[in-house]
């Protein structure tokens, strides 16, 4: 019987990858659904002003560098599976990155400015 490897050997690595990142968003969820029941939110100066916060912007980056990691590894092992054509899935591969790393650019400008 021949073993055809990929040679990625990505298995535990991506699968802890996936639940770390998923805790850190649902913990930042949580946070946010806390500050949301004990500061309302009447209008967008009041949720604007939250967000002058140091620790919530933080926390919120956090958060999203955890989201674009979580979506980057799903996506990458989706593409591995489904997508055969070597130069589809590395033009994929690449799109995927370069408009994670260009939203993740664009939330911390609207984060901090």
């Known amino acids: 019987m021949n073993r055809i490897i990929s040679g990625a050997h990505y298995g535990l690595r991506d699968w802890l990858i996936q639940r770390v990142t998923a805790v850190l968003m649902v913990v930042y969820v ?11 939110i ?10 002058t916060s140091q620790w919530v912007r933080i926390a919120s980056f956090l958060f999203f560098i955890s989201l674009c990691w979580h979506a980057w ?8 599976d489904y997508i055969h054509a070597t130069i589809i ?3 994929l591969h690449i ?3 370069i408009s994670l790393f ?11 400015s």
Request: charged share 10%.
């Open 102 to 112: 260009f939203y993740l650019i664009w939330f911390a400008e609207i984060l901090w």
């Open 73 to 80: 590894v799903g996506m990458r092992n989706v593409f591995m």
């Open 42 to 51: 009447s209008d967008y100066a009041a949720l604007k002003s939250l967000f």
């Open 30 to 40: 949580l946070l946010l659904a806390f500050l949301f029941a004990f500061y309302p």
């Open 95 to 97: 799109a995927v990155i």
């Open 89 to 91: 899935r590395l033009t």
